[in-house]
């Protein structure tokens, strides 16, 4: 299994950016599907934005065009850029990583970061 390790969460306010970073051990980084989820509490894990492979980008219809995937594979690093932050974007943000060859961006992952938090007021 992976480890994978997120960091770039904090407090910001609304319109603010952010970078998140998910750090991932691995022996075969570049053949990873990676993807980043959120949940804000009472909610359900939401899908936000993934990167396949090859690489193909993927985003959540709540953050498309203001949040961009991408990954660099020699650093076995998968970042997240949040721009034009809202409340409503306030949440756990989770990484996560799967190597299976029927991989889809909402399916299911093998591995789970522990998860970094994001905040953003009004």
């Known amino acids: 299994q992976v480890h994978l390790l997120e960091s770039g969460g904090g407090l910001v306010q609304a319109g603010d950016s952010l970078r998140l970073s998910c750090a991932a051990c691995?022996?075969?980084?570049?053949?990873?599907?990676m993807g980043w989820f959120r949940q804000a509490p009472g909610t359900e894990r939401e899908f936000v934005a993934a990167?396949?492979?090859?690489?193909?980008?993927y985003y959540g219809r709540s953050v498309k065009g203001r949040f961009t995937i991408s990954r660099d594979n020699g650093k076995n690093t998968v970042y997240l850029q949040m721009n034009s932050l809202k409340p409503e974007d306030t949440a756990v943000y989770y990484c996560?990583?799967?190597?299976?060859?029927?991989?889809?961006?909402?399916?299911?992952?093998?591995?789970w970061g522990q998860g970094t938090q994001v905040t953003v007021s009004s």
């Open positions: 996560a990583a799967d190597s299976a060859y029927d991989w889809t961006p909402l399916g299911a992952y093998g591995s």
């Open positions: 990167i396949s492979w090859n690489p193909t980008t």
């Open positions: 691995a022996r075969n980084f570049n053949t990873l599907n």
